[in-house]
């Protein structure tokens, strides 16, 4: 079983910056692989980033490759997302999920993963 909580959203200008934190409890943390998603108002949640349980592995959306970074810490049980250059289209809440799982690359699908957290709201302004 895994516990998470998203922190870190808020409202920030068009080219600025945030770090998302996803904290975890739970002994299954440090061997699950952790994904970030997002959905904006009206529309699907989206697979955003993941990072595989070692931290040696992650995949990115197109839509955020060279903005986005994703870390964890599995002494913290805690998983990042560095946001840079942010844009008014990264505005949704955005999501970590938590797959026990084992894996053959990254899953980004919704159902491939089995806990997830409450979000956190980010809002970008242009």
């Known amino acids: 079983q895994v516990q998470l909580v998203e922190s870190g959203g808020g409202l920030v200008q068009a080219g600025g910056s945030l770090r998302l934190s996803c904290a975890a409890s739970?002994?299954?943390?440090?061997?699950?692989?952790i994904g970030w998603f997002r959905q904006a108002s009206g529309k699907e949640r989206e697979f955003v980033a993941g990072?595989?349980?070692?931290?040696?592995?992650?995949d990115y959306a197109d839509s955020v490759k060279g903005r986005f970074t994703i870390s964890r810490d599995n002494a913290k049980n805690t998983v990042y997302l560095q946001m840079k250059s942010l844009k008014p289209e990264d505005t949704a809440v955005y999501y970590c999920a938590a797959s026990s799982r084992t894996w053959v690359g990254l899953p980004q699908r919704l159902n491939e993963y089995d806990y997830w957290g409450q979000g956190t709201q980010v809002t970008v302004s242009s």
């Open positions: 739970g002994r299954t943390f440090s061997s699950a692989t």
């Open positions: 990072i595989s349980w070692s931290g040696g592995w992650n």
